[in-house]
């Protein structure tokens, strides 16, 4: 990670190819990365992810594996063979996360442990039988993930220091639910704001509608990643 704007991964959360393709020649430069999630993946969004892949941009497949162990062993083995640098896997138990480390073998795609998704509070935690503090259930989860393999976790800002204080400074952190200050949280229960969770110990912040809907898209990606700069000058 040369430059802040490497930190910065933009969330392609749009219906089409066109429209992804349409904001990448928006973005260029001043993005480090594109994730491309469920909804883009199903309407023809790997076929985009091999293109970006073949030049040269990373990309992050969000697909969120979750299934028995030869299923994310053989699907992680795939969105490795097309060249993806990030791919996540929920981190709910070590059989599935152990299955995609062998599905990644010895490519280079690094492996992101999903904690709690961030549009998910304490009282949505309760609703799924699960009785642990949300804070200790991110931990909980980020340490399978570590002791599995993987090379770090996706997490909100609000857990990001206690992780980086548990697990050590190699341990990538990825960060979504960012919304610069002032701007509507939306559906996320724990949003941060860029320089929080850059100072918090996130090395990589995923920023999707605040960057995709605005006006002026290129001028809100290059404010996130000033304020990305900030936060590291400090």
Not at 69 to 92: D, P, W
Not at 114 to 131: A, F, H, K, M, Y
């Amino acid at each position: 990670m040369t430059f802040p704007r490497d930190r910065l991964i933009v969330a392609l959360d749009v219906p089409s190819v066109e429209e992804a393709e349409a904001l990448i020649e928006t973005l260029g430069d001043d993005v480090g990365v594109y994730k491309i999630g469920i909804e883009l993946l199903f309407s023809g969004g790997f076929a985009l992810a091999q293109e970006l892949a073949r030049r040269e941009c990373p990309v992050f497949i969000d697909a969120k594996l979750l299934d028995i162990e030869a299923t994310v062993e053989r699907a992680t083995a795939a969105i490795a063979r097309i060249g993806a640098a990030f791919l996540t896997v929920h981190a709910l138990d070590k059989k599935t996360l152990a299955a995609a480390v062998r599905g990644r073998g010895d490519s280079p795609l690094k492996l992101l442990g999903v904690t709690v998704l961030t549009n998910l509070s304490p009282c949505d935690v309760i609703e799924q039988g699960i009785d642990h503090p949300l804070a200790e259930l991110v931990l909980h989860r980020a340490k399978l993930a570590k002791e599995a393999g993987f090379d770090g976790v996706i997490a909100s800002g609000h857990e990001a220091a206690q992780i980086r204080k548990a697990l050590g400074p190699d341990f990538l952190i990825v960060t979504p639910g960012v919304r610069p200050q002032g701007s509507d949280t939306q559906d996320q229960a724990r949003a941060v704001t860029p320089r929080s969770a850059i100072e918090a110990g996130a090395d990589y912040l995923v920023v999707g509608r605040p960057i995709t809907r605005a006006a002026d898209p290129r001028a809100a990606a290059s404010a996130i990643v000033a304020e990305i700069a900030a936060a590291l000058s400090r």
